[in-house]
């Protein structure tokens, strides 16, 4: 069942570099993260790449296969043809370190802009108590194993490096949805969602739903409510009048 | 002199698991300035692989558990090797641990009345697992990440800098511990990006590094389970206990082969999966041992009804501890009854109807499915013994988690004692927050005992560790590090297995000699930028280390408990069970035995068991006076 596969992985750092192609055995029932293991043991044995888990579970070994982001290690070499050549770059929407490793650095950075978790100010510990269909719709958030893949897919920032500072991309505009719909969160999230994290610039193309390893309804479930949210706010007469007074007072 | 980067720090965690995160968000908060160093981006580390859930007698869901029922499950699951007073603490900590991680924002599976909801798993009196369907882990860690942030937000508040008292060093291996005569004097690494080395000045050093599965062929473990925190803590002149004991799970995949060892949950037997050989039988009948034999059905007939009956009917025997298990599968493969894989059948589809298993095991459902194309519905799924978890670790403290070497901490899977011979189901995740927390906690009083006399580094320690860790580029021509590491491996699968005999251990330990000389010779191409090949070489040393620690303490061990089989042993003993198999390093790099005695069960805490249960167990001397 063995046979030589096509692969042409893209090689270089930061300075520059360009696709190199190989010829490497593939065996039955291997995943694209088999057969780059395979490269670096036998060909390359200087070929960077991340991973992990191995089992889709840490979300370490996102790149781009044949143009889609995909977690390596559950990219099955059966959806391929023998004689197909496969291509494996790394994500585009980071600065590449060196081969298939990207810097990720903005997603921590976007992580840490985000306030935390604001529990009540007098429930101790022990005492928190929340009914399971509440907790649900932050749980499917949760599922998150940060490949951070729909970030690389998302065009706000895919090929505009100029956005990034501005949009925190649907993986932390959904963390800011999960803290929002926390039943016990007390902080004002829908405002900072607008305002700092660019929710604005998500015109819900969905491409974040399809990449998710998780299938997580990241737009349909976090974005869109989150956008309903923010308007329903801004718009509401009360909310509009009540903010105009304060204004004139101040 | 050595051209490197230098950072102080008061307390340096490594590893970046729920233990290290635990311990440092402790030593944070206990106002001590805290580094992280951990091998891969934070937020990865192994801890998200777990599922079942986390260990806490909360009684939540049955308001008879509490710590000393616990407590007695622990140490039965460990066949009375633990350490007791690590057990105690774990068992009457573990609920406030759990309940504080909610207070940082995880969300875990709710009670009817709106608390946390607890499962059953095996071992466990009652069910006292918090979980979160079955991704536990992930919540734990993500959980443990956020609030390191939100520590980093309040620093970031009070000097501009987030990285002011709290940083995270990923992508960063420690190679070295240094030391100022006996006391911990820092850390020696290297980025893994740039190949650069990095020093830590710092009084206090906390291991958190996991366990030692990669020393092993199929294993259930990611690649950064090296055994390095193990390997450098023998370096430091730490010691560690009970290494002999290694958890094989019963059912790890077996095919297709990128998968192989990868989890298949204990949940698919007890939801009525049976084990069946090539042959089309179901083995496990014939595998019973003696002393369980009242407690499980003699026909299939009776196994099936226990299901629906389990008051008038007795358990499958599919249902027996994982030792057991595991032994089977294990023993039908080798007579020539296994599948095309060299795996056993665990077949749920001929069980349940197809709707009822996509309910009840959806992720087992998503794995065989996207991962090996079976449809558990329809068909068998292959399966095998994996290596799982290693009971053994650095010997520390129970209340504070110092090793023997002042300075220098453990928690978690690293360190040795809580779970004896074996640990039980979800008490993993428990452990690494009572025990991550502690070590924390004691690395931030020992920092305060220093005052300002803080151990010092010496340029020559640097320029050593250096050395040693470029000696993979020196030598040209040698082997690739890839090959030795597929060898090593697959002869502690071969040897050192799930069953052991002496004459196997002797030529394993034969092996590991050679290994020893291929290793001082092996070659790495390249440079030193993320370099794969080097990264290994590196973690390969400290893989020989820990193999040599297991085969020689199991070599050592003449009976069978827990984690440990021996074919020419196979009873538990006894005398055995008072003795701890200690592991140091000579001067010239080898490992050394030697027995040491348990501290006896304080009286109070031996109290909690039945003198009929404790017979079983103890020798008669040790027995409480009646």
Request: charged content about 30%; glycine content about 8%.
């Given at each position: 069942?063995?046979?030589?596969?096509?692969f042409?992985?893209?090689?270089?750092?930061?300075?520059g570099?360009?696709?190199?192609d190989?010829?490497?055995?593939?065996?039955e029932?291997?995943?694209?993260?088999?057969v780059?293991?395979?490269l670096q043991?036998?060909?390359?044995?200087?070929?960077?790449?991340?991973?992990?888990?191995?089992?889709?579970?840490c979300?370490?070994?996102?790149?781009?296969?044949?143009?889609?982001?995909?977690l390596?290690?559950m990219?099955?070499?059966n959806?391929?043809?023998?004689?197909?050549?496969?291509?494996v770059t790394?994500?585009?929407?980071f600065?590449?370190?060196?081969?298939l490793v990207?810097?990720?650095?903005?997603?921590?950075?976007?992580?840490?802009?985000i306030?935390?978790?604001?529990?009540p100010?007098?429930?101790?510990?022990?005492e928190?108590r929340?009914?399971q269909?509440?907790v649900?719709?932050?749980?499917?958030?949760?599922?998150?194993i940060e490949?951070?893949?729909?970030?690389?897919?998302?065009?706000?920032i895919?090929d505009?490096?100029?956005?990034?500072?501005?949009?925190s991309?649907?993986?932390?505009l959904?963390?800011?949805?999960?803290l929002?719909?926390?039943p016990?969160?007390?902080?004002?999230?829908?405002?900072?969602?607008?305002?700092?994290?660019?929710?604005?610039?998500c015109n819900?193309?969905?491409?974040?739903?399809e990449?998710?390893?998780?299938?997580i309804?990241?737009?349909?479930?976090a974005?869109?409510?989150?956008?309903?949210r923010?308007?329903?706010?801004?718009?509401?007469?009360?909310?509009?009048?009540?903010?105009?007074?304060?204004?004139?007072?101040a | 002199?050595t051209?490197?980067?230098?950072?102080?720090?008061?307390?340096?965690v490594i590893g970046?698991?729920?233990?290290?995160?635990?311990?440092?968000i402790?030593?944070?908060?206990?106002?001590?300035?805290?580094a992280?160093?951990?091998?891969?981006?934070?937020g990865k580390?192994?801890?998200?692989?777990?599922?079942?859930g986390?260990?806490?007698?909360?009684?939540n869901?049955?308001?008879?558990d509490?710590?000393?029922?616990?407590?007695r499950d622990t140490?039965r699951g460990?066949?009375?090797?633990?350490?007791?007073?690590?057990a105690?603490?774990h068992?009457?900590?573990a609920?406030?641990r759990?309940?504080?991680l909610?207070?940082?924002?995880?969300?875990?599976?709710?009670?009817p009345?709106?608390?946390i909801s607890q499962?059953?798993?095996?071992?466990?009196?009652y069910?006292r697992?918090?979980?979160?369907?079955?991704?536990?882990?992930l919540?734990?860690?993500?959980?443990?990440q956020?609030?390191?942030?939100s520590?980093?937000?309040?620093?970031?508040?009070?000097t501009g800098?987030?990285?002011?008292?709290?940083?995270?060093?990923?992508e960063?291996?420690v190679?070295?511990?240094?030391?100022?005569?006996?006391?911990i004097?820092?850390?020696?690494?290297y980025?893994?990006?740039?190949?650069?080395?990095?020093?830590?000045?710092?009084?206090a050093?906390?291991?958190?590094t996991?366990g030692v599965?990669?020393s092993?062929?199929?294993?259930s473990n990611?690649?950064?389970?090296?055994?390095?925190?193990?390997?450098?803590?023998?370096?430091a002149g730490a010691?560690?206990?009970n290494?002999e004991?290694?958890q094989?799970?019963?059912?790890g995949?077996?095919?297709p082969?990128?998968?192989?060892?990868?989890?298949?949950?204990?949940?698919v037997?007890?939801?009525?999966?049976?084990?069946?050989?090539?042959?089309?039988?179901?083995f496990?009948?014939?595998?019973?041992?003696?002393?369980?034999?009242?407690?499980?059905a003699?026909?299939?007939?009776?196994?099936?009804?226990?299901?629906?009956d389990?008051?008038n009917?007795?358990?499958?025997?599919e249902l027996l501890?994982?030792?057991e298990?595991?032994?089977?599968?294990?023993?039908e493969?080798?007579?020539g009854r296994?599948?095309?894989h060299?795996?056993?059948?665990?077949?749920?589809?001929?069980?349940?109807?197809?709707e009822e298993?996509t309910?009840?095991?959806?992720s087992?459902h998503?794995?065989?499915?996207?991962?090996a194309?079976?449809?558990?519905?329809?068909?068998p799924?292959?399966?095998?013994?994996?290596?799982?978890?290693?009971?053994?670790g650095?010997?520390v403290?129970?209340?504070t988690?110092?090793s023997v070497?002042p300075g220098?901490?453990?928690?978690g899977?690293?360190?040795?004692?809580?779970?004896?011979?074996?640990?039980?189901?979800?008490?993993?995740l428990?452990?690494l927050?009572?025990f991550?927390?502690r070590?924390?906690?004691g690395?931030?009083?020992?920092v305060d005992?220093?005052?300002s006399?803080?151990?010092?580094?010496?340029?020559?320690?640097i320029?050593?560790?250096?050395a040693?860790?470029l000696?993979?580029?020196e030598?040209?021509?040698?082997?690739?590090?890839?090959?030795?590491h597929?060898?090593l491996?697959?002869?502690?699968n071969?040897?050192v297995?799930?069953?052991?005999?002496?004459?196997?251990?002797?030529?394993?330990?034969?092996?590991l000699?050679?290994?020893r000389?291929?290793?001082?010779?092996?070659t790495?191409?390249?440079?030193r930028?993320?370099?794969p090949?080097?990264?290994?070489?590196?973690?390969l040393r400290?893989m020989?280390t820990v193999?040599e620690c297991?085969a020689k303490?199991?070599?050592?061990r003449?009976e069978?408990?827990?984690g440990?089989t021996?074919?020419?042993?196979?009873?538990?003993?006894a005398?055995?069970?008072?003795?701890?198999?200690?592991?140091?390093?000579?001067?010239d790099?080898?490992?050394n035995?030697?027995?040491k005695?348990?501290?006896?069960?304080?009286d109070?805490?031996?109290?909690?068991?039945?003198?009929?249960?404790?017979k079983?167990?103890?020798?008669?001397e040790?027995l409480?006076a009646?």
């Open positions: 069942m063995s046979y030589k596969g096509k042409r992985v893209w090689r270089g750092d930061s300075e570099g360009d696709l190199k190989y010829e490497v055995e593939v065996n029932g291997e995943v694209v993260l088999d780059i293991h395979r043991a036998t060909q390359a044995p200087d070929l960077a790449v991340r991973w992990n888990c191995k089992a889709g579970k979300g370490s070994c996102s790149a781009e296969i044949n143009g889609m982001p995909k390596m290690c990219c099955r070499m959806t391929f043809e023998e004689d197909e050549v496969v291509t790394p994500m585009r929407t600065p590449v370190m060196r081969d990207t810097d990720v650095s903005y997603n921590y950075q976007k992580a840490r802009e306030p935390a978790f604001t529990p100010a007098d429930l101790k510990p022990g928190y929340m009914q269909v509440d649900e719709r932050s749980q499917e958030f949760r599922k998150c490949c951070f893949l729909c970030q690389d897919t998302c065009h706000v895919r505009h490096e100029e956005n990034k500072e501005s949009f991309g649907p993986r932390f959904m963390r800011i949805a999960e929002d719909m926390h016990l969160d007390a902080a004002d999230r829908q405002h900072e969602a607008q305002e700092q994290h660019g929710l604005g610039f819900i193309t969905k491409c974040c739903t990449v998710c390893p998780e299938h309804k990241i737009t349909d479930n974005l869109i409510p989150m956008k309903e923010v308007v329903d706010r801004k718009y509401d007469p009360i909310v509009w009048l009540g903010n105009k007074i304060r204004r004139r007072g | 002199m051209e490197l980067e230098r950072h102080s720090y008061d307390v340096v970046a698991g729920g233990a290290g995160l635990r311990a440092a402790e030593a944070r908060e206990q106002g001590k300035r805290t992280i160093v951990c091998k891969s981006l934070f580390a192994h801890t998200v692989m777990a599922e079942g986390c260990a806490a007698a909360m009684g869901a049955n308001s008879n509490n710590w000393q029922v616990h407590y140490m460990g066949k009375f090797l633990n350490n007791w007073r690590m105690e603490l068992a009457q900590e609920p406030d759990v309940w504080e909610e207070t940082y924002g995880a969300l875990f599976d709710r009670t009345d709106g608390r499962r059953n798993f095996g071992g466990h009196t069910p697992l918090a979980h979160v369907g079955d991704r536990t882990g919540e734990l860690i993500r959980t443990l956020q609030k390191i942030v520590l980093q937000q309040e620093d970031f508040q009070a800098d987030y990285e002011a008292n709290l940083k995270v060093y990923a960063c291996t190679t070295e511990l240094l030391k100022d005569g006996d006391a004097s820092g850390a020696f690494g980025w893994r990006e740039s190949g650069r080395f990095i020093l830590f000045d710092a009084p050093v906390v291991l958190a996991g599965g990669k092993f062929k199929v294993t990611s690649w950064e389970y090296t055994g390095d925190g193990h390997a450098l803590a023998m370096r010691t560690l206990i290494m004991f290694i094989f799970h019963p059912t995949m077996v095919w082969p990128s998968v192989k060892g990868i989890l298949v949950t204990e949940s037997r007890g939801d009525g999966g049976v084990l069946k050989n090539s042959e089309g039988k179901r496990m009948f014939e595998y019973v041992p003696d002393v369980f034999r009242a407690q499980y003699e026909t299939e007939d009776e196994a099936d009804r226990w299901y629906k389990p008051d009917n007795r358990r499958p025997p501890p994982r030792d298990v595991a032994r089977a599968i294990n023993s493969v080798k007579a296994g599948t095309p060299g795996g056993v059948f665990l077949d749920v589809s001929t069980r349940l109807p197809a298993i309910r009840r095991l959806p087992m998503h794995q065989f499915k996207e991962l194309d079976v449809d558990i519905t329809a068909e799924m292959e399966v095998g013994p994996t290596c799982h978890y290693v009971m053994g650095v010997e403290d129970p209340d988690a110092q070497v220098l901490f453990a928690a899977e690293v360190a040795g004692g809580m779970h004896g011979s074996n640990r039980l189901g979800g008490n993993s428990s452990d927050l009572v991550g927390r070590a924390g906690m690395a931030a009083t020992y005992q220093l005052g006399e803080r151990p010092k580094i010496a340029e020559a320690d320029d050593a560790a250096a040693e860790a000696a993979p580029f030598l040209e021509g040698g082997e690739n590090p890839y090959t030795i597929t060898e491996q697959q002869s502690m071969d040897l297995g799930i069953i052991r005999k002496e004459e196997e251990m002797e030529r394993a330990l034969a092996k000699a050679e290994y000389g291929r290793i001082a010779k092996m790495v191409e390249g440079h930028q993320f370099n090949g080097w990264h290994l070489a590196l973690d400290n020989l193999s297991v303490a199991a070599l050592q003449q069978s408990r827990g440990h021996r074919d020419d042993f196979p009873g538990m003993n005398d055995w069970r008072k003795l701890l198999l200690v592991c140091s390093l000579d001067t790099g080898g490992v035995v030697v027995r005695d348990q501290i006896p069960m304080r109070d805490l031996l109290e909690l068991f039945e003198l009929d249960e404790l079983k167990y103890l020798t008669e040790e409480p009646t």
